[in-house]
Protein backbone atom coordinates (compact mmCIF):
# COMPACT_ATOMS: atom_id res chain seq x y z
CA UNK A 1 0.00 0.00 0.00
CA UNK A 2 1.43 3.22 -1.23
CA UNK A 3 1.68 6.15 1.68
CA UNK A 4 2.15 8.61 -0.62
CA UNK A 5 -1.66 7.99 -2.43
CA UNK A 6 -2.72 7.73 0.69
CA UNK A 7 -1.59 11.17 1.89
CA UNK A 8 -2.87 12.26 -1.26
CA UNK A 9 -6.13 11.30 -0.97
CA UNK A 10 -6.20 12.83 2.75
CA UNK A 11 -5.50 16.12 1.60
CA UNK A 12 -8.05 15.80 -1.31
CA UNK A 13 -10.33 15.05 0.56
CA UNK A 14 -9.74 17.40 3.09
CA UNK A 15 -9.50 20.61 0.41
CA UNK A 16 -12.81 19.45 -1.38
CA UNK A 17 -14.70 19.16 2.13
CA UNK A 18 -13.29 22.81 2.59
CA UNK A 19 -14.65 23.70 -0.86
CA UNK A 20 -17.98 22.19 -0.58
CA UNK A 21 -18.73 24.58 2.84
CA UNK A 22 -18.12 27.96 1.14
CA UNK A 23 -20.86 29.87 -0.20
CA UNK A 24 -20.06 30.21 -4.05
CA UNK A 25 -21.33 27.96 -5.90
CA UNK A 26 -18.09 27.80 -8.12
CA UNK A 27 -15.97 27.00 -5.21
CA UNK A 28 -18.85 23.89 -4.56
CA UNK A 29 -18.40 23.05 -7.84
CA UNK A 30 -14.70 22.73 -7.20
CA UNK A 31 -15.45 21.14 -4.37
CA UNK A 32 -17.22 18.33 -5.72
CA UNK A 33 -14.47 17.57 -8.47
CA UNK A 34 -11.56 17.52 -5.61
CA UNK A 35 -13.41 14.95 -3.13
CA UNK A 36 -14.60 13.03 -6.26
CA UNK A 37 -11.18 12.42 -6.92
CA UNK A 38 -10.13 11.90 -2.90
CA UNK A 39 -12.61 9.42 -2.97
CA UNK A 40 -11.01 7.27 -6.29
CA UNK A 41 -7.72 7.67 -5.19
CA UNK A 42 -8.94 6.22 -2.54
CA UNK A 43 -10.53 3.12 -3.99
CA UNK A 44 -7.12 2.49 -6.13
CA UNK A 45 -5.41 2.22 -2.86
CA UNK A 46 -7.73 -0.13 -1.34
CA UNK A 47 -7.22 -2.29 -4.54
CA UNK A 48 -4.13 -4.56 -4.41
CA UNK A 49 -0.39 -3.07 -4.55
CA UNK A 50 0.64 -2.55 -8.05
CA UNK A 51 1.61 -5.16 -10.01
CA UNK A 52 1.04 -6.56 -13.96
CA UNK A 53 -2.08 -6.19 -15.69
CA UNK A 54 -4.91 -8.84 -15.41
CA UNK A 55 -4.90 -9.77 -18.75
CA UNK A 56 -5.84 -13.68 -19.31
CA UNK A 57 -2.98 -16.10 -19.88
CA UNK A 58 -0.55 -13.83 -18.05
CA UNK A 59 1.63 -15.54 -14.87
CA UNK A 60 2.65 -13.94 -12.19
CA UNK A 61 1.20 -11.53 -9.64
CA UNK A 62 -0.86 -9.41 -11.28
CA UNK A 63 -2.85 -6.39 -10.15
CA UNK A 64 -6.82 -6.59 -8.88
CA UNK A 65 -8.58 -5.52 -11.79
CA UNK A 66 -12.05 -4.83 -9.46
CA UNK A 67 -11.29 -1.89 -7.59
CA UNK A 68 -10.63 -0.10 -10.95
CA UNK A 69 -13.57 -1.34 -12.63
CA UNK A 70 -15.10 0.40 -9.76
CA UNK A 71 -12.84 3.81 -10.31
CA UNK A 72 -13.81 3.69 -13.57
CA UNK A 73 -17.50 4.03 -13.20
CA UNK A 74 -17.17 6.39 -10.09
CA UNK A 75 -14.88 8.50 -12.47
CA UNK A 76 -17.88 8.64 -15.06
CA UNK A 77 -20.40 9.40 -12.40
CA UNK A 78 -18.69 12.05 -10.28
CA UNK A 79 -17.86 14.10 -14.27
CA UNK A 80 -21.86 13.43 -14.51
CA UNK A 81 -22.50 15.22 -11.17
CA UNK A 82 -19.73 18.01 -12.23
CA UNK A 83 -21.59 19.03 -14.84
CA UNK A 84 -24.68 18.85 -13.42
CA UNK A 85 -23.51 21.18 -10.54
CA UNK A 86 -21.91 23.55 -13.17
CA UNK A 87 -25.23 23.92 -15.12
CA UNK A 88 -26.80 25.15 -11.84
CA UNK A 89 -24.14 27.29 -11.36
CA UNK A 90 -24.53 28.63 -14.85
CA UNK A 91 -28.42 28.84 -14.17
CA UNK A 92 -28.30 30.65 -10.75
CA UNK A 93 -25.81 33.04 -12.06
CA UNK A 94 -28.27 34.37 -14.77
CA UNK A 95 -30.98 34.33 -12.47
CA UNK A 96 -29.76 36.27 -9.72
CA UNK A 97 -26.52 37.79 -11.33
CA UNK A 98 -24.61 36.28 -8.18
CA UNK A 99 -23.01 33.65 -7.79
CA UNK A 100 -23.78 32.61 -3.42
CA UNK A 101 -26.11 29.67 -2.25
CA UNK A 102 -28.63 31.54 -1.07
CA UNK A 103 -30.78 31.30 2.33
CA UNK A 104 -33.41 28.94 2.74
CA UNK A 105 -37.42 29.79 3.54
CA UNK A 106 -36.67 28.71 6.94
CA UNK A 107 -33.56 30.58 7.65
CA UNK A 108 -35.20 34.13 6.08
CA UNK A 109 -38.31 33.17 8.12
CA UNK A 110 -36.17 33.20 11.32
CA UNK A 111 -33.88 36.13 10.32
CA UNK A 112 -37.34 38.14 9.75
CA UNK A 113 -39.33 36.66 13.28
CA UNK A 114 -36.03 38.27 15.22
CA UNK A 115 -35.82 41.19 13.26
CA UNK A 116 -39.20 42.42 12.97
CA UNK A 117 -42.19 43.28 15.40
CA UNK A 118 -44.17 40.59 16.53
CA UNK A 119 -47.15 42.36 15.69
CA UNK A 120 -47.07 41.70 11.42
CA UNK A 121 -45.25 38.13 11.86
CA UNK A 122 -48.08 36.31 10.89
CA UNK A 123 -48.69 38.09 7.71
CA UNK A 124 -44.99 37.98 6.71
CA UNK A 125 -44.90 34.49 7.68
CA UNK A 126 -47.42 33.80 4.74
CA UNK A 127 -46.50 35.48 2.15
CA UNK A 128 -42.73 34.12 2.68
CA UNK A 129 -43.23 30.60 2.91
CA UNK A 130 -45.85 30.66 -0.38
CA UNK A 131 -43.23 31.86 -3.35
CA UNK B 1 -37.51 -15.88 -14.08
CA UNK B 2 -34.29 -14.29 -14.47
CA UNK B 3 -34.72 -12.36 -17.66
CA UNK B 4 -38.18 -10.59 -16.42
CA UNK B 5 -36.17 -9.87 -13.05
CA UNK B 6 -33.17 -7.88 -15.48
CA UNK B 7 -35.91 -6.51 -17.74
CA UNK B 8 -37.39 -4.66 -14.83
CA UNK B 9 -34.35 -2.61 -15.27
CA UNK B 10 -33.13 -2.96 -18.45
CA UNK B 11 -37.17 -2.07 -20.26
CA UNK B 12 -36.57 1.77 -18.88
CA UNK B 13 -33.53 2.47 -19.73
CA UNK B 14 -34.12 1.23 -23.14
CA UNK B 15 -37.37 3.27 -23.34
CA UNK B 16 -35.75 6.78 -22.00
CA UNK B 17 -33.01 6.32 -24.60
CA UNK B 18 -35.51 5.59 -27.14
CA UNK B 19 -37.59 8.29 -26.12
CA UNK B 20 -34.64 10.96 -26.11
CA UNK B 21 -34.28 10.22 -29.98
CA UNK B 22 -38.33 10.40 -30.63
CA UNK B 23 -38.84 13.65 -28.99
CA UNK B 24 -42.33 14.06 -30.22
CA UNK B 25 -44.32 14.08 -27.02
CA UNK B 26 -47.37 11.87 -27.60
CA UNK B 27 -44.38 9.14 -28.50
CA UNK B 28 -42.78 9.73 -25.64
CA UNK B 29 -45.80 9.68 -23.52
CA UNK B 30 -46.78 6.36 -25.02
CA UNK B 31 -42.95 4.97 -24.63
CA UNK B 32 -43.42 5.59 -21.16
CA UNK B 33 -46.84 4.12 -20.24
CA UNK B 34 -45.80 0.52 -22.15
CA UNK B 35 -42.28 0.33 -20.72
CA UNK B 36 -43.46 1.20 -17.09
CA UNK B 37 -46.32 -0.96 -17.74
CA UNK B 38 -44.43 -3.58 -19.00
CA UNK B 39 -41.71 -3.22 -16.10
CA UNK B 40 -44.31 -3.41 -13.95
CA UNK B 41 -45.55 -6.86 -15.32
CA UNK B 42 -42.04 -7.88 -15.80
CA UNK B 43 -41.39 -7.25 -11.67
CA UNK B 44 -45.37 -8.58 -10.75
CA UNK B 45 -44.33 -12.03 -12.07
CA UNK B 46 -41.24 -11.95 -9.68
CA UNK B 47 -43.23 -11.17 -6.78
CA UNK B 48 -45.79 -13.67 -7.55
CA UNK B 49 -42.96 -16.27 -7.58
CA UNK B 50 -41.64 -14.87 -4.36
CA UNK B 51 -44.84 -15.20 -2.75
CA UNK B 52 -45.59 -18.63 -4.05
CA UNK B 53 -42.71 -20.63 -4.55
CA UNK B 54 -40.40 -19.11 -1.79
CA UNK B 55 -38.09 -18.48 -4.89
CA UNK B 56 -34.94 -16.00 -4.34
CA UNK B 57 -34.45 -15.15 -7.63
CA UNK B 58 -30.44 -13.88 -8.97
CA UNK B 59 -29.57 -13.09 -11.81
CA UNK B 60 -25.65 -12.11 -12.33
CA UNK B 61 -25.22 -9.60 -15.71
CA UNK B 62 -22.98 -11.38 -18.36
CA UNK B 63 -22.78 -14.59 -16.52
CA UNK B 64 -20.12 -13.92 -14.40
CA UNK B 65 -19.15 -16.26 -11.64
CA UNK B 66 -19.88 -15.34 -8.52
CA UNK B 67 -19.02 -11.90 -6.34
CA UNK B 68 -17.42 -10.74 -10.20
CA UNK B 69 -21.09 -9.84 -11.64
CA UNK B 70 -23.63 -7.23 -11.10
CA UNK B 71 -25.87 -9.00 -9.43
CA UNK B 72 -29.59 -8.56 -8.67
CA UNK B 73 -31.27 -10.27 -5.97
CA UNK B 74 -35.48 -10.41 -5.67
CA UNK B 75 -36.28 -11.56 -2.09
CA UNK B 76 -39.45 -11.17 -0.64
CA UNK B 77 -39.16 -8.00 0.69
CA UNK B 78 -37.30 -6.11 -2.52
CA UNK B 79 -39.92 -7.59 -5.00
CA UNK B 80 -42.82 -6.77 -2.95
CA UNK B 81 -40.73 -2.95 -2.94
CA UNK B 82 -40.01 -2.84 -6.83
CA UNK B 83 -43.96 -4.00 -7.27
CA UNK B 84 -45.17 -1.58 -5.49
CA UNK B 85 -42.69 1.31 -6.80
CA UNK B 86 -43.37 0.87 -10.33
CA UNK B 87 -47.40 0.61 -9.61
CA UNK B 88 -46.88 3.95 -7.89
CA UNK B 89 -44.40 5.50 -10.43
CA UNK B 90 -46.98 4.29 -13.50
CA UNK B 91 -49.95 6.22 -11.61
CA UNK B 92 -48.48 9.18 -10.79
CA UNK B 93 -47.14 9.32 -14.51
CA UNK B 94 -50.74 9.19 -15.47
CA UNK B 95 -51.27 12.31 -13.53
CA UNK B 96 -48.43 14.50 -14.45
CA UNK B 97 -49.97 13.91 -18.04
CA UNK B 98 -53.21 15.39 -16.95
CA UNK B 99 -51.26 17.96 -14.93
CA UNK B 100 -49.59 19.49 -17.89
CA UNK B 101 -46.64 21.17 -15.84
CA UNK B 102 -44.34 23.20 -17.76
CA UNK B 103 -41.70 20.10 -16.35
CA UNK B 104 -44.41 17.33 -18.34
CA UNK B 105 -44.21 19.51 -21.53
CA UNK B 106 -40.30 19.60 -21.57
CA UNK B 107 -38.98 16.92 -24.00
CA UNK B 108 -36.59 15.42 -21.18
CA UNK B 109 -39.46 14.82 -18.33
CA UNK B 110 -40.41 11.65 -19.86
CA UNK B 111 -36.69 10.11 -20.29
CA UNK B 112 -35.33 11.62 -17.10
CA UNK B 113 -38.96 9.74 -15.27
CA UNK B 114 -38.01 6.45 -16.70
CA UNK B 115 -34.34 6.55 -15.60
CA UNK B 116 -35.46 7.27 -12.13
CA UNK B 117 -37.93 4.26 -11.96
CA UNK B 118 -34.94 1.71 -13.40
CA UNK B 119 -32.64 3.42 -10.51
CA UNK B 120 -35.58 2.94 -7.79
CA UNK B 121 -36.00 -0.53 -9.19
CA UNK B 122 -32.10 -1.37 -9.34
CA UNK B 123 -31.72 -0.13 -5.35
CA UNK B 124 -34.25 -2.13 -4.21
CA UNK B 125 -32.46 -5.18 -6.23
CA UNK B 126 -29.04 -4.30 -6.06
CA UNK B 127 -26.78 -7.37 -4.83
CA UNK B 128 -23.61 -5.60 -4.43
CA UNK B 129 -22.75 -2.38 -2.51
CA UNK B 130 -20.73 -0.73 -5.36
CA UNK B 131 -24.10 -1.52 -7.62
CA UNK B 132 -26.36 0.41 -4.99
CA UNK B 133 -24.38 3.13 -4.69
CA UNK B 134 -24.26 3.20 -9.12
CA UNK B 135 -28.63 2.92 -8.24
CA UNK B 136 -28.56 5.51 -6.13
CA UNK B 137 -26.62 7.73 -8.60
CA UNK B 138 -29.04 6.85 -11.08
CA UNK B 139 -31.70 7.67 -9.57
CA UNK B 140 -30.34 10.64 -7.43
CA UNK B 141 -29.32 12.54 -10.97
CA UNK B 142 -32.88 11.60 -12.92
CA UNK B 143 -34.15 13.33 -9.64
CA UNK B 144 -32.13 16.38 -9.54
CA UNK B 145 -33.13 17.35 -13.42
CA UNK B 146 -36.83 16.74 -12.12
CA UNK B 147 -36.40 18.99 -9.50
CA UNK B 148 -34.61 21.86 -11.58
CA UNK B 149 -36.50 20.68 -14.95
CA UNK B 150 -38.49 24.62 -14.98
CA UNK B 151 -35.24 25.96 -13.70
CA UNK B 152 -37.58 28.73 -12.18
CA UNK B 153 -35.96 31.20 -9.43
CA UNK B 154 -37.34 29.07 -6.51
CA UNK B 155 -36.15 25.83 -8.18
CA UNK B 156 -33.23 26.26 -8.63
CA UNK B 157 -32.39 27.58 -4.97
CA UNK B 158 -33.89 24.57 -3.46
CA UNK B 159 -32.12 22.52 -5.67
CA UNK B 160 -29.18 23.74 -5.35
CA UNK B 161 -29.44 22.38 -1.34
CA UNK B 162 -30.99 19.39 -2.13
CA UNK B 163 -27.93 18.74 -5.33
CA UNK B 164 -24.99 19.60 -2.79
CA UNK B 165 -26.82 17.78 0.21
CA UNK B 166 -27.06 14.41 -2.03
CA UNK B 167 -23.40 14.47 -3.75
CA UNK B 168 -22.02 14.74 -0.30
CA UNK B 169 -24.54 11.31 0.33
CA UNK B 170 -23.00 10.11 -2.47
CA UNK B 171 -19.18 10.74 -1.88
CA UNK B 172 -20.16 9.28 1.87
CA UNK B 173 -21.84 6.51 0.31
CA UNK B 174 -18.84 5.45 -2.27
CA UNK B 175 -16.37 6.12 0.46
CA UNK B 176 -17.91 3.58 2.75
CA UNK B 177 -17.85 1.13 -0.53
CA UNK B 178 -13.90 1.83 -1.04
CA UNK B 179 -13.08 1.62 2.94
CA UNK B 180 -15.29 -1.81 3.04
CA UNK B 181 -13.61 -3.16 -0.24
CA UNK B 182 -10.04 -1.56 1.80
CA UNK B 183 -10.87 -3.76 4.61
CA UNK B 184 -12.42 -7.01 3.67
CA UNK B 185 -11.85 -7.18 -0.44
CA UNK B 186 -15.32 -7.81 -1.70
CA UNK B 187 -18.43 -5.68 -2.02
CA UNK B 188 -20.79 -8.34 -2.41
CA UNK B 189 -23.43 -7.86 -0.07
CA UNK B 190 -23.56 -12.00 -0.21
CA UNK B 191 -19.61 -12.59 0.59
CA UNK B 192 -20.00 -9.64 2.94
CA UNK B 193 -21.64 -10.44 6.40
CA UNK B 194 -18.75 -13.09 6.92
CA UNK B 195 -15.67 -11.38 6.16
CA UNK B 196 -17.27 -8.28 8.11
CA UNK B 197 -17.67 -10.36 11.45
CA UNK B 198 -13.73 -11.02 11.56
CA UNK B 199 -13.00 -7.48 11.67
CA UNK B 200 -12.10 -5.51 14.49
CA UNK B 201 -15.14 -4.08 16.81
CA UNK B 202 -14.03 -0.32 16.14
CA UNK B 203 -13.12 -0.80 12.05
CA UNK B 204 -16.47 -2.48 11.72
CA UNK B 205 -18.57 0.44 13.88
CA UNK B 206 -16.44 3.10 11.76
CA UNK B 207 -17.41 1.21 8.74
CA UNK B 208 -21.75 0.96 9.78
CA UNK B 209 -22.08 4.98 10.55
CA UNK B 210 -20.30 5.69 7.48
CA UNK B 211 -23.25 3.71 5.48
CA UNK B 212 -25.88 5.01 8.30
CA UNK B 213 -24.78 8.34 7.61
CA UNK B 214 -24.96 7.95 3.78
CA UNK B 215 -28.21 6.08 3.26
CA UNK B 216 -29.44 8.58 6.93
CA UNK B 217 -29.40 11.77 5.00
CA UNK B 218 -31.17 10.02 1.89
CA UNK B 219 -33.89 8.64 4.09
CA UNK B 220 -33.87 12.19 6.02
CA UNK B 221 -33.52 11.03 9.61
CA UNK B 222 -32.36 13.80 12.56
CA UNK B 223 -30.13 14.92 12.43
CA UNK B 224 -29.80 14.85 8.43
CA UNK B 225 -33.17 16.13 7.45
CA UNK B 226 -33.31 19.87 6.77
CA UNK B 227 -32.83 19.90 3.33
CA UNK B 228 -36.26 17.69 2.59
CA UNK B 229 -38.82 20.46 3.67
CA UNK B 230 -36.89 22.89 1.76
CA UNK B 231 -36.75 21.15 -1.46
CA UNK B 232 -39.50 18.74 -2.22
CA UNK B 233 -42.05 21.56 -1.91
CA UNK B 234 -40.72 23.71 -4.93
CA UNK B 235 -40.96 20.94 -7.29
CA UNK B 236 -44.32 19.78 -9.81
CA UNK B 237 -46.45 18.19 -7.36
CA UNK B 238 -46.60 15.03 -9.12
CA UNK B 239 -42.26 14.75 -8.93
CA UNK B 240 -42.86 15.84 -5.51
CA UNK B 241 -45.51 12.90 -5.36
CA UNK B 242 -42.98 10.23 -6.49
CA UNK B 243 -40.11 11.77 -4.28
CA UNK B 244 -41.99 12.12 -1.41
CA UNK B 245 -43.10 8.55 -1.68
CA UNK B 246 -40.05 6.50 -3.33
CA UNK B 247 -37.01 8.49 -2.64
CA UNK B 248 -36.54 8.37 0.77
CA UNK B 249 -38.35 4.64 1.36
CA UNK B 250 -35.26 3.68 -0.62
CA UNK B 251 -33.09 5.16 2.10
CA UNK B 252 -35.26 3.49 4.52
CA UNK B 253 -35.10 0.00 2.66
CA UNK B 254 -31.22 0.43 2.51
CA UNK B 255 -31.11 1.14 6.76
CA UNK B 256 -33.26 -2.14 6.96
CA UNK B 257 -30.66 -4.15 4.22
CA UNK B 258 -27.40 -2.44 6.15
CA UNK B 259 -28.71 -3.62 9.91
CA UNK B 260 -29.75 -7.22 8.69
CA UNK B 261 -27.74 -7.86 6.51
CA UNK B 262 -24.11 -6.32 7.13
CA UNK B 263 -24.23 -5.33 10.59
CA UNK B 264 -26.83 -7.57 12.51
CA UNK B 265 -27.77 -6.16 15.94
CA UNK B 266 -25.27 -3.18 16.15
CA UNK B 267 -26.26 0.37 17.11
CA UNK B 268 -29.49 -0.69 17.85
CA UNK B 269 -29.86 1.57 20.48
CA UNK B 270 -28.55 4.62 18.59
CA UNK B 271 -30.93 3.83 15.83
CA UNK B 272 -34.34 3.86 18.37
CA UNK B 273 -33.18 7.38 19.68
CA UNK B 274 -32.92 8.66 15.82
CA UNK B 275 -36.39 7.21 14.97
CA UNK B 276 -37.86 9.41 18.25
CA UNK B 277 -36.50 12.00 17.50
CA UNK B 278 -37.39 12.26 13.23
CA UNK B 279 -40.99 11.37 14.82
CA UNK B 280 -41.14 13.81 17.21
CA UNK B 281 -39.34 16.80 14.89
CA UNK B 282 -40.44 16.33 11.96
CA UNK B 283 -44.33 16.23 13.21
CA UNK B 284 -43.58 19.77 15.19
CA UNK B 285 -42.46 21.25 11.97
CA UNK B 286 -45.11 20.66 10.00
CA UNK B 287 -47.36 22.01 12.83
CA UNK B 288 -45.69 25.28 12.75
CA UNK B 289 -46.41 25.79 8.92
CA UNK B 290 -49.53 27.06 6.85
CA UNK B 291 -48.38 25.71 3.62
CA UNK B 292 -49.90 22.42 2.79
CA UNK B 293 -46.32 21.87 0.72
CA UNK B 294 -44.27 21.63 3.18
CA UNK B 295 -46.72 20.32 6.16
CA UNK B 296 -46.69 17.36 3.96
CA UNK B 297 -43.02 17.28 3.40
CA UNK B 298 -42.39 17.44 7.57
CA UNK B 299 -44.55 14.66 7.63
CA UNK B 300 -42.50 12.74 5.42
CA UNK B 301 -39.89 13.16 8.17
CA UNK B 302 -42.01 12.29 10.90
CA UNK B 303 -43.29 9.06 9.42
CA UNK B 304 -39.51 7.46 8.60
CA UNK B 305 -39.18 8.29 12.11
CA UNK B 306 -41.60 5.51 12.64
CA UNK B 307 -40.29 3.25 10.21
CA UNK B 308 -36.65 3.75 11.71
CA UNK B 309 -38.04 3.13 15.33
CA UNK B 310 -39.48 -0.48 14.22
CA UNK B 311 -35.54 -0.83 12.17
CA UNK B 312 -34.04 -0.22 15.84
CA UNK B 313 -36.32 -2.74 17.89
CA UNK B 314 -35.06 -5.51 15.95
CA UNK B 315 -36.50 -8.78 15.90
CA UNK B 316 -39.15 -10.54 13.54
CA UNK B 317 -41.96 -8.74 14.82
CA UNK B 318 -40.83 -5.16 14.85
CA UNK B 319 -39.15 -5.39 11.03
CA UNK B 320 -42.40 -7.14 10.23
CA UNK B 321 -44.28 -4.32 10.92
CA UNK B 322 -41.75 -1.55 9.58
CA UNK B 323 -42.08 -3.54 6.15
CA UNK B 324 -46.13 -3.35 6.69
CA UNK B 325 -45.18 -0.07 7.37
CA UNK B 326 -43.21 0.96 4.59
CA UNK B 327 -45.87 -0.93 1.80
CA UNK B 328 -48.69 1.64 3.36
CA UNK B 329 -46.69 4.87 3.22
CA UNK B 330 -45.94 4.57 -0.09
CA UNK B 331 -49.83 4.92 -1.59
CA UNK B 332 -50.80 6.99 1.44
CA UNK B 333 -48.06 9.53 1.17
CA UNK B 334 -48.24 9.88 -2.75
CA UNK B 335 -51.79 10.38 -2.71
CA UNK B 336 -52.17 13.43 -0.59
CA UNK B 337 -49.23 15.22 -2.40
CA UNK B 338 -51.42 14.54 -5.16
CA UNK B 339 -54.41 15.52 -3.73
CA UNK B 340 -52.68 18.58 -2.84
CA UNK B 341 -51.27 19.08 -6.20
CA UNK B 342 -55.11 19.22 -7.56
CA UNK B 343 -55.86 21.96 -4.93
CA UNK B 344 -52.87 24.29 -5.98
CA UNK B 345 -53.49 23.38 -9.87
CA UNK B 346 -57.37 24.54 -9.18
CA UNK B 347 -57.07 27.84 -6.56
CA UNK B 348 -53.32 28.32 -7.80
CA UNK B 349 -52.06 28.23 -3.95
CA UNK B 350 -50.47 25.69 -1.61
CA UNK B 351 -51.31 27.81 1.44
CA UNK B 352 -54.56 26.56 3.29
CA UNK B 353 -54.94 30.07 4.36
CA UNK B 354 -55.60 31.29 0.57
CA UNK B 355 -58.47 28.01 -0.07
CA UNK B 356 -61.48 27.73 1.88
CA UNK B 357 -65.04 25.78 1.95
CA UNK B 358 -63.77 22.49 -0.53
CA UNK B 359 -65.73 20.20 1.29
CA UNK B 360 -69.01 22.12 0.33
CA UNK B 361 -68.09 22.58 -3.07
CA UNK B 362 -66.81 18.82 -3.79
CA UNK B 363 -67.95 16.39 -1.65
CA UNK B 364 -65.85 13.47 -3.30
CA UNK B 365 -62.68 15.64 -3.91
CA UNK B 366 -62.77 16.57 0.28
CA UNK B 367 -63.22 12.33 0.98
CA UNK B 368 -60.62 11.32 -1.31
CA UNK B 369 -58.11 13.49 1.03
CA UNK B 370 -59.59 12.78 4.13
CA UNK B 371 -58.65 9.02 4.13
CA UNK B 372 -55.18 8.91 3.09
CA UNK B 373 -54.83 12.01 5.62
CA UNK B 374 -56.44 9.65 8.81
CA UNK B 375 -54.70 7.02 7.57
CA UNK B 376 -51.51 8.91 7.94
CA UNK B 377 -52.53 10.41 11.79
CA UNK B 378 -53.46 6.37 12.48
CA UNK B 379 -57.10 6.30 12.75
CA UNK B 380 -58.72 2.92 12.48
CA UNK B 381 -59.68 1.27 10.52
CA UNK B 382 -57.15 3.08 7.96
CA UNK B 383 -53.67 1.16 6.83
CA UNK B 384 -52.00 3.55 8.90
CA UNK B 385 -53.57 2.46 12.33
CA UNK B 386 -52.35 -0.87 11.48
CA UNK B 387 -48.69 -0.33 10.74
CA UNK B 388 -48.71 2.14 13.68
CA UNK B 389 -50.29 -0.88 16.07
CA UNK B 390 -48.00 -3.00 15.14
CA UNK B 391 -44.74 -0.72 15.67
CA UNK B 392 -45.40 0.30 19.11
CA UNK B 393 -47.09 -3.29 19.87
CA UNK B 394 -43.37 -4.34 18.64
CA UNK B 395 -41.85 -1.45 20.83
CA UNK B 396 -44.09 -2.17 23.93
CA UNK B 397 -42.53 -6.20 23.50
CA UNK B 398 -39.19 -4.87 23.73
CA UNK B 399 -39.74 -2.46 26.24
CA UNK B 400 -38.83 0.88 24.61
CA UNK B 401 -41.64 2.86 26.87
CA UNK B 402 -40.47 6.11 26.18
CA UNK B 403 -40.32 5.91 22.37
CA UNK B 404 -43.08 4.20 22.04
CA UNK B 405 -44.65 7.28 24.12
CA UNK B 406 -43.24 9.71 21.61
CA UNK B 407 -44.70 7.21 18.96
CA UNK B 408 -48.15 7.93 20.45
CA UNK B 409 -48.04 11.66 21.00
CA UNK B 410 -46.86 12.24 17.38
CA UNK B 411 -49.82 10.23 16.23
CA UNK B 412 -51.77 12.75 17.69
CA UNK B 413 -49.87 15.46 16.63
CA UNK B 414 -50.19 14.29 12.93
CA UNK B 415 -53.70 13.87 13.03
CA UNK B 416 -53.77 17.42 14.89
CA UNK B 417 -51.89 18.89 11.58
CA UNK B 418 -54.14 16.72 9.02
CA UNK B 419 -56.67 18.69 10.81
CA UNK B 420 -55.67 21.99 10.65
CA UNK B 421 -55.26 21.32 6.74
CA UNK B 422 -58.72 20.27 6.47
CA UNK B 423 -60.38 22.99 8.67
CA UNK B 424 -58.39 25.69 6.47
CA UNK B 425 -58.70 24.22 3.03
CA UNK B 426 -61.75 22.14 3.36
CA UNK B 427 -63.98 23.38 5.90
CA UNK B 428 -65.05 26.93 6.57
CA UNK B 429 -67.70 29.78 4.03
CA UNK B 430 -67.39 29.63 0.58
CA UNK B 431 -66.88 32.69 -1.34
CA UNK B 432 -69.88 33.20 -3.30
CA UNK B 433 -67.67 35.42 -5.89
CA UNK B 434 -65.70 32.72 -6.50
CA UNK B 435 -66.26 28.97 -8.54
CA UNK B 436 -62.93 27.33 -6.90
CA UNK B 437 -63.48 23.98 -6.14
CA UNK B 438 -66.71 23.54 -8.28
CA UNK B 439 -66.48 20.55 -10.59
CA UNK B 440 -63.05 20.12 -8.96
CA UNK B 441 -62.74 16.55 -9.77
CA UNK B 442 -64.04 16.87 -13.16
CA UNK B 443 -61.70 19.62 -14.60
CA UNK B 444 -59.29 17.48 -13.49
CA UNK B 445 -60.57 14.25 -15.01
CA UNK B 446 -57.32 12.69 -15.10
CA UNK B 447 -55.35 13.68 -12.29
CA UNK B 448 -58.35 12.57 -9.74
CA UNK B 449 -58.60 9.31 -12.01
CA UNK B 450 -54.80 9.13 -10.76
CA UNK B 451 -55.32 9.72 -7.17
CA UNK B 452 -58.17 7.96 -6.44
CA UNK B 453 -56.51 5.05 -8.06
CA UNK B 454 -53.36 5.49 -5.58
CA UNK B 455 -56.23 6.45 -2.70
CA UNK B 456 -57.43 2.94 -4.13
CA UNK B 457 -54.42 1.44 -3.55
CA UNK B 458 -54.10 2.62 0.08
CA UNK B 459 -57.47 1.05 0.90
CA UNK B 460 -56.71 -2.21 -0.54
CA UNK B 461 -53.75 -2.37 1.43
CA UNK B 462 -56.05 -1.95 4.70
CA UNK B 463 -58.80 -4.07 3.52
CA UNK B 464 -55.90 -7.18 2.31
CA UNK B 465 -53.83 -6.50 5.61
CA UNK B 466 -54.48 -9.32 6.79
CA UNK B 467 -52.54 -11.42 4.21
CA UNK B 468 -50.03 -8.61 3.83
CA UNK B 469 -49.25 -8.77 7.43
CA UNK B 470 -48.52 -12.55 7.12
CA UNK B 471 -46.20 -11.64 3.51
CA UNK B 472 -44.31 -8.43 5.80
CA UNK B 473 -43.90 -11.41 8.63
CA UNK B 474 -42.43 -14.10 5.81
CA UNK B 475 -40.47 -11.12 4.35
CA UNK B 476 -39.06 -10.23 7.84
CA UNK B 477 -38.03 -13.70 8.40
CA UNK B 478 -36.05 -13.68 5.74
CA UNK B 479 -34.61 -10.53 5.57
CA UNK B 480 -33.00 -12.04 8.87
CA UNK B 481 -31.55 -15.06 7.81
CA UNK B 482 -28.46 -14.47 6.96
CA UNK B 483 -27.80 -17.34 6.10
CA UNK B 484 -30.45 -18.57 3.78
CA UNK B 485 -29.67 -15.02 1.56
CA UNK B 486 -26.15 -15.86 1.79
CA UNK B 487 -26.65 -19.30 0.16
CA UNK B 488 -29.29 -18.51 -2.29
CA UNK B 489 -26.95 -15.70 -3.99
CA UNK B 490 -23.77 -18.41 -3.86
CA UNK B 491 -25.76 -20.72 -5.54
Known sequence: MSLSLLILSGVLFAAGSYLLM???????????????????????????????????????????????????????????????????????????????????????????????SSKSTDARHREDVSP | MTVLLSLVVLLPLFGAATALILRRRPVQRALS?????????????????????????????????????????????????????LTVTLLV?????????????????????????????????????????????????????????????????????????????????????????AATGTVSMAELPARLATLPDGARMGLQLLLLVAFGIKAAVFPLFFWLPDSYPTAPSSVSAVFAGLLTKVGVYCLIRTQTLLFPGELNDLIVVVGALTMALGVLGAISHTDMKRILSFHIVSQIGYMVFGLGIGGTTAIAATIFYLIHHIPVKTSLFLVEGIIERDTGSSSFDAVSGLARRSP???????????????????????????????????????????????????????????VGAFWGDVEPATSIGVGILRRHALMSTATALVVALSLAIAVGAGPLYDFASKAAEQVLDIAGYVSAVKS
Do not use: C
Open chain 1, 22 to 116: ERSLTRIALGVGVLGNGVNVLIVVAGSDPADAPIIGRVGELTDPLPQALVLTAIVIGFALLSFVLALAWRNWTITENDEVEDDVEDRLIIRRNSG
Open chain 2, 33 to 85: FVTLGMSLVAATSVLVDAWSNDEVNVVRMGGWPGSFAITFVADRLASVMVVIA
Open chain 2, 93 to 181: LLYSVGQKSAGERSAFYHPVYMVMSAGISQAFLAGDLFNLFVAFEILLMASYVLLTLEGSDAQIRSGTTYVVLNVIESMVLVTAVGLIF
Open chain 2, 364 to 422: AFAAVFLVPALSLAGLPPLSGFLAKFAIVRAGVDAEQWLAVAVALAVSLLTLVSMTKIW
